[in-house]
């Protein structure tokens, strides 16, 4: 009986060490991140009122102009987002079958059908905005194919735009309304 009770006992402090450590919730999602070059080969993929095509383009960082440019292929400049009209700066991600993957799998011959399981993932640069020319909120995005070059972006944007970081995204806090 007294050996029951103690290894009872010895099993629930044992346990109570193994849960009871929390551990600090860590603020930065990826603290080795690098910023990003001067310029980045994107796609616009949509979102700014007045350009509805998809562009392949590059992003520039402005920093003596304080905004984020896309240009072309030809170097034309397209748009401008300033920084101080940033709210959002995020990823996204999405799998789709690959165009390949699609048409193998359309083929009617037996195990065709598991060429759909080829599959692509698309990264993109999400940055809800003010638009101070039009006054409207709008969410423009961008692909961007490098995972790593993604992120770097981000951290560059979200830090030059002067945002909150959460988790892998930044956003610019809400003025507190005066009383």
């Not at 700066?89 to 165009?99: N, W």
């Not at 599959?119 to 999400?126: A, C, F, G, H, N």
């Not at 892998?168 to 809400?174: G, L, T, V």
């Amino acid at each position: 009986m007294r050996r029951t009770l103690l290894i009872l006992s010895f099993l629930v402090v044992a346990t109570a060490i193994a849960i009871g450590q929390p551990r600090p919730a860590d603020k930065s999602a990826n603290p080795e991140v690098k910023p990003a070059p001067p310029t980045v080969a994107a796609k616009y993929e949509g979102g700014l009122f007045g350009y509805r095509d998809k562009i392949d383009g590059t992003l520039k960082f402005d920093d003596a102009n304080l905004r984020l440019a896309f240009f072309n292929k030809e170097n034309k400049e397209i748009f401008q987002l300033p920084f101080d009209s940033l709210n959002v700066v995020y990823p996204s991600s999405e799998s789709k079958t690959s165009t390949t993957g699609n048409v193998i799998s359309n083929v009617p011959l037996p195990g065709a059908g598991l060429a759909s399981l080829l599959k692509e993932k698309r990264r993109y640069l999400v940055i809800a905005f003010d638009d101070p020319d039009a006054d409207i909120a709008g969410t423009i995005s961008f692909r961007i194919d490098d995972k790593d070059l993604l992120e770097s972006v981000i951290y560059s944007l979200g830090t030059k735009a002067k945002l909150n970081q959460r988790g892998d995204s930044y956003y610019r806090p809400r003025a507190k309304p005066a009383i």
